[in-house]
C-alpha cells in the first residue's frame, strides 16, 4: 500500500514467517491512517483494498477492551521514540478471539507529524497452549488433593463433553472411557460393563447429563453409592459430581 514500501522478496519471507508490517501515521488536522502489507491483512482478515483510515478504525476497535490501558501506553512509548511491545487480544470476524504480538517505533524521519512502524505476529497459538499448560497445572493440584480421597477424577467440560482423566487405580483402572470423545458416551458404557445388575438403572439415571445437570442445579454436588460385581465379589463404590 501506498504508506509501506518494501521489497516483493521482503514481503515472501516475512509472511512466510507469519510476520505483518504496518504504519500509522498521525498528522495533525488529520484522522489517524494505518497502512499494512498483505501478511498482516491476512491476520485481520481484511480486504487488500480496505482505506488507511478504516484500517485504522479495524484494528484499533477490534482490540479487546481489557487491553486498551495496555494499547495505550503502547502508543505512547512509540511515539516517545522508545521500541515498544504489545500482546494482546484482537476480535477476528471469523476466528473469534485470537491474539497478536506487535513490535514497533517512531519513524524520526517522517516530518508532516508522527509516523509509527513496526510488525506483527500471530501468536495465538502460543498463548492458547500456555493457557492450556495452566489449566493442566491447576487440574494436577487439585487432582493430587483429592487423591488421597478418589480412584479416579475426571474433569468434564460440558459444552462438549470433552474430558481429563486423572488418578486411575483401583477397581476403576478398568474403565475405559477414553476410548470415547463424548465422557457421557463412553463413561456409561464402561460402567455398564461392570456395575452390578441391580444398581445400574441408577446409575445410568446419574450419569445422563441431562438429568446429572439438572441435580446440579440445585445442589453443588451429587452423589450416588452403588456395586460392582468383579470377579465373582461385590465392591462399593461411590459417584459425585460436582460443580
Not at 514481503?11 to 484522522?31: F, N, P, R, T, Y
Not at 495452566?134 to 477424577?153: H, K, M, P, V, W
Request: net charge negative; with cysteine; charged share 30%.
Amino acid at each position: 500500500m501506498d504508506g509501506l514500501e518494501t521489497s516483493d522478496l521482503t514481503h515472501a519471507i516475512l509472511s512466510s514467517a507469519g510476520v505483518g508490517l504496518w504504519s500509522i501515521e498521525l498528522d495533525s488536522g488529520k484522522s489517524p491512517r494505518m497502512y499494512a502489507d498483505k501478511a498482516f491483512l491476512q491476520m485481520l482478515g481484511l480486504s487488500d483494498n480496505i482505506p488507511a483510515e478504516d484500517l485504522y478504525n479495524a484494528w484499533c476497535n477490534n482490540i479487546d477492551l481489557s487491553y486498551y490501558e495496555a494499547f495505550a501506553e503502547y502508543i505512547d512509548q512509540m511515539t516517545r521514540g522508545e521500541m515498544s511491545e504489545l500482546e494482546y487480544a484482537w476480535n477476528h470476524q471469523s476466528r473469534g478471539v485470537i491474539f497478536l504480538q506487535n513490535h514497533g517505533k517512531r519513524n524520526d524521519e517522517y516530518k508532516r507529524g508522527v509516523r509509527l512502524e513496526g510488525c506483527c505476529t500471530d501468536v495465538t497459538e502460543q498463548i492458547e497452549f500456555k493457557m492450556h499448560l495452566r489449566e493442566l497445572d491447576q487440574y494436577s493440584d487439585i487432582a493430587n488433593t483429592l487423591g488421597d480421597g478418589f480412584d479416579n477424577i475426571y474433569y468434564v467440560d460440558i459444552n462438549n463433553n470433552s474430558f481429563i482423566e486423572f488418578n486411575a487405580r483401583g477397581v476403576v483402572k478398568t474403565l475405559d472411557a477414553k476410548a470415547y470423545d463424548d465422557f457421557f458416551v463412553g463413561f456409561e458404557q464402561a460402567l455398564e460393563k461392570l456395575v452390578y445388575k441391580e444398581d445400574w438403572e441408577s446409575v445410568k439415571d446419574f450419569v445422563d447429563k441431562e438429568k446429572l445437570l439438572h441435580g446440579l442445579e440445585k445442589d453443588r454436588s451429587v452423589s450416588l453409592t452403588f456395586r460392582f460385581f468383579i470377579e465373582d465379589r461385590q465392591v462399593y463404590y461411590r459417584l459425585k459430581a460436582s460443580r
